[in-house]
């Protein structure tokens, strides 16, 4: 069965802490992603990777950075959390060249800022 | 630039009605466009996808309509029950382009109520 998993489900965190969110999947996907979902604005593309150690921005990068340095693992990063990077963070990941270019999640992780 | 609208943001239908979600999109290199479901605290889940080289495709009480020319597609669930309650998202994606990259409509809260 596929699998993605996220380290936390919950975290809080103090404004200005660095901050790490990790994403393992364990079907061999070339292709990992992360994005924010925030009520009525839905799923916004943060950052993706589609391979090791290659990375692309989204829509909405900035305050962001991303790792990626084993082909199973992302890592979202935030430099200096603030307040308004409140949210739920989805991790996802997808075969290359799959026909389907489907995408599986992870549960996420509910991340506050205080 | 949202390129892909979807309504209403949230349904209520009661229990072996019909529920409809509509989308529309901008972009007309678009060739892919799944539906993804999301229970609470799970991550979103492929549901059901369509290419725009057929007007409809159905998988049990789910159905996907497709018209190419108005740039629109929508979900129909067919005798809705309480256990379809999610929140459903559209997307698009070009394979011809970056096509690992989904581009979501921001999501419709279902409630079915028994």
């Known amino acids: 069965d596929v699998k993605v998993t996220q380290s936390s489900r919950y975290l809080v965190k103090r404004t200005g802490e660095k901050v790490f969110l990790e994403c393992v999947q364990d079907m061999d996907h070339e292709n990992m992603f992360w994005y924010r979902q925030d009520p009525g604005l839905g799923l916004r593309l943060i950052y993706f990777?589609?391979?090791?150690?290659?990375?692309e921005k989204g829509d909405i990068p900035e305050g962001y950075s991303v790792s990626r340095e084993k082909k199973e693992r992302f890592s979202l990063i935030l430099e200096s959390a603030s307040t308004n990077q409140t949210s739920m963070y989805l991790c996802?990941?997808?075969?290359?060249?799959?026909?389907?270019?489907?995408?599986?999640f992870g549960p996420g992780t509910r991340l506050t800022v205080l | 630039q949202q390129q892909v609208k979807q309504s209403p943001q949230s349904l209520i239908v009661q229990k072996g009605g019909i529920s409809i979600i509509n989308c529309a999109y901008e972009?007309?290199?678009?060739?892919?466009f799944p539906w993804y479901q999301q229970f609470p605290g799970k991550g979103p889940a492929l549901l059901i996808a369509i290419r725009p080289d057929v007007s409809e495709k159905k998988e049990g009480r789910f159905t996907i309509s497709f018209n190419k020319s108005a740039k629109q597609f929508s979900l129909h669930i067919m005798d809705s029950q309480p256990g379809d309650s999610a929140t459903y998202f559209c997307?698009?994606?070009?394979?011809?382009?970056?096509?690992?990259?989904?581009?979501f409509g921001k999501g419709t809260l279902l409630t079915v109520n028994p």
């Open positions: 972009n007309t290199a678009f060739d892919y």
């Open positions: 997307a698009a994606s070009n394979s011809g382009g970056s096509n690992y990259k989904l581009t």
């Open positions: 996802a990941s997808r075969k290359s060249g799959s026909p389907y270019n489907e995408q599986f």
């Open positions: 990777s589609y391979d090791v150690k290659m990375k």
